[in-house]
């Protein structure tokens, strides 16, 4: 069985710009969580999509944003870039939404570097 | 209080011995407890999870849960230099409201096991 997949898994912006994450989730699987990573803060829950539906969402700003297609794949989206949000997104797919008793495996990552 | 946390690294064992990792966690409402192994550079690895007191064992890892004390452990057996990663302590949290709750992770501790 295929894992998570991560498009692109490099990304170099500027400041300002836009970008546009991609995650496939292990087949059968209905959720996908994204999370952030950088040194600092350690790895940080940023929103799931369970059946289209965002069920939960961290504390980030509204220029992060998600969606999710009726095939489970999700995109998530990054508007006005700056200099902080250079990190490791990582998304993670599970069967079912939330954390309890429901396991996740997380994709290989997308490397965003903002200048 | 962070939700969760770990004992602080890095931890250094020799090849052969038993390498133990701690976490703890504020939410006594946490039902799902989860450790993933993050080598340098890759994404985190699921190695064990855990949703009842009492001792998990797999292969050479055991997780260990003290809901009373709020308190999750790893042990892994015969380190290998090849564990030589950063662990991280992964719970599941109630977050406001919602009945879906979030995974909220540690720091994470380094371990290095040495020849």
């Known amino acids: 069985k295929a894992g998570v997949t991560q498009t692109p898994r490099y990304l170099i912006k500027t400041r300002g710009q836009q970008v546009t994450l991609s995650c496939s989730p292990i087949s059968g699987h209905r959720s996908v969580s994204w999370y952030q990573q950088t040194p600092g803060q350690g790895l940080q829950f940023l929103f799931e999509y369970f059946s289209e539906t965002q069920r939960n969402k961290g504390n980030f700003p509204g220029r992060f ?10 995109e998530m989206n990054v508007s006005t870039l700056e200099l902080g ?5 990582l998304c993670a797919s ?19 570097t903002v200048l | 209080q962070k939700e969760v946390e770990q004992n602080s ?7 052969g011995a038993i390498a133990s990792l701690n976490c703890t ?15 340098s550079g890759k994404s985190p690895e699921l190695i064990m ?9 797999d292969g050479r890892f055991t997780a260990q849960l003290n809901k009373a004390s709020q308190y999750v452990s790893l042990l892994i057996r015969d380190s290998q230099p090849s564990d030589s990663a950063t662990y991280l302590c992964a719970v599941g949290v109630r977050a406001g409201g919602t009945s879906y709750g979030k ?3 540690g720091q994470g501790t380094i371990l290095t096991v040495h020849p």
């Open chain 1, 65 to 74: 944003s998600g969606r999710q297609f009726s095939n489970s794949r999700s």
């Open chain 1, 85 to 89: 949000d250079s990190a490791l997104y």
């Open chain 1, 94 to 112: 599970s069967l079912d939404a939330g954390p309890f008793h429901n396991e996740q495996f997380f994709g290989p990552g997308t490397r965003l």
């Open chain 2, 9 to 15: 690294g890095p931890l250094s064992v020799p090849e």
């Open chain 2, 25 to 39: 966690y504020s939410d006594r409402g946490s039902q799902s407890f989860f450790w993933y192994r993050q080598y």
């Open chain 2, 49 to 57: 999870f855990i949703y009842s007191n009492g001792d998990k064992e």
């Open chain 2, 103 to 105: 995974l909220t992770f």
